[in-house]
C-alpha cells in the first residue's frame, strides 16, 4: 500500500511544482527554492515527519524533503547544544543529498564528455 | 513589478504587448500537470522500491532511510545523465523529473560535465552549484530562521 501512496504523494508534490512552472511562469530555480522552504517550514510546525510515515519515498525523494532535514538536523543538535546547535547541526541529516551530488558530479564529469 | 514595468512603455509598445500577449501559444497546463504526476509518481515509486530494499536489508528505519534513498537515486540519475536520458525526460514531464531528487542531481552533475572542458577546478568545482545553489542556500537560511524560532520557544516560551 505504500508503494501506491508514495505514487500519489510524490506526484501531487511534482504537480505543484508544474504549476508554479506554468501558470505562475517560475523558472526552475524559484520554484525548488519555494519547495524547499515550504519543506523547511512543514517541518517547523511538524508536519513532515506523519507525511514520511504515510508516504515513504513520497515525501522523501521529493525536493521538499531536503529543507526538512535540514530542520531536522538543526534541531536535533540545538536540543544538545542550545543555540550553537542550530548552526553546527544543519548539515547532520541532510549530508546525503549534497554529497551524493558533489561525488556523483565529479564522478560524472570524469567519465562521460559533454554531448553537442 | 510586471505591472510597473507596463506603465513605463509608450503606448505602441504597450498595444504590442496586449497583442503579443493574445497571440502567445497557451501552455496545456493540464496535461503537462498530469505529465508531472505520473513521472514524478513513477520515480518516488522506485525510491520507495530503494527505500524498502534498505529496511529489509540493511536495517534502517521508515525515517531514516531517506538519505541512502536520496544518494543511490543520484547515482541512477548520474547515469542517465551521462547517457543523455534525463534531459528527454526532462522535456517530456517539466516539472515531473526536477522536482525529486533527481532533479537536483540533475542539475548539478549535468553543470559538472558541461563545463570540464574549462578545466576541473574552474570549470567542474566553480560551476557545479550553479544551478542547484538557490537550493542549497534558501533551504539553509530557512532552515536556520525556523530552527532558531523554534528552539527560542521550546527553551524560553515553555512550549
Known sequence: MIFFWAFVVGGIICVFGQIM?????LSPAHTLSIL????????????????????????????TSFGNSLVHGAMAEAEKHGLVG??????????????????????????????? | MADKKKKNLP????????????REV??????NCIKAFLVGGFICFIGQIISTFYIHFFNFTEQTVGNPTVATLIFITML??????YDRIGQFSGAGSAVPV??????????????????FVLGVGSNMLKLAGPVIVYGVFSAFVIALIKTILIKWGGL
Open chain 1, 86 to 116: 542550530v548552526v553546527t547541526g544543519m548539515f547532520e541529516v541532510t549530508s546525503a543529498g549534497i554529497s551524493a551530488a558533489i561525488i556523483f558530479g565529479v564522478i560524472g564529469a570524469l567519465i562521460f564528455k559533454p554531448k553537442g
Open chain 1, 36 to 63: 524547499v522552504v515550504s519543506g523547511a517550514i512543514l517541518d517547523g510546525f511538524g508536519l513532515y515527519e506523519p507525511l514520511i510515515d504515510f508516504a515513504g519515498a513520497g515525501a522523501t525523494v521529493p525536493i
Open chain 2, 26 to 31: 497557451k501552455r496545456p497546463i493540464f496535461k
Open chain 2, 102 to 119: 533527481t532533479g537536483f542531481g540533475n542539475a548539478v552533475i549535468s553543470s559538472a560535465i558541461e563545463h570540464r572542458t574549462e578545466g
Open chain 1, 21 to 25: 512552472f506554468d501558470i505562475f511562469k
Open chain 2, 11 to 22: 503606448p505602441d509598445a504597450q498595444e504590442y504587448q496586449a497583442f503579443q500577449k493574445q
Open chain 2, 80 to 85: 542517465l545523465t551521462g547517457f543523455g536520458v
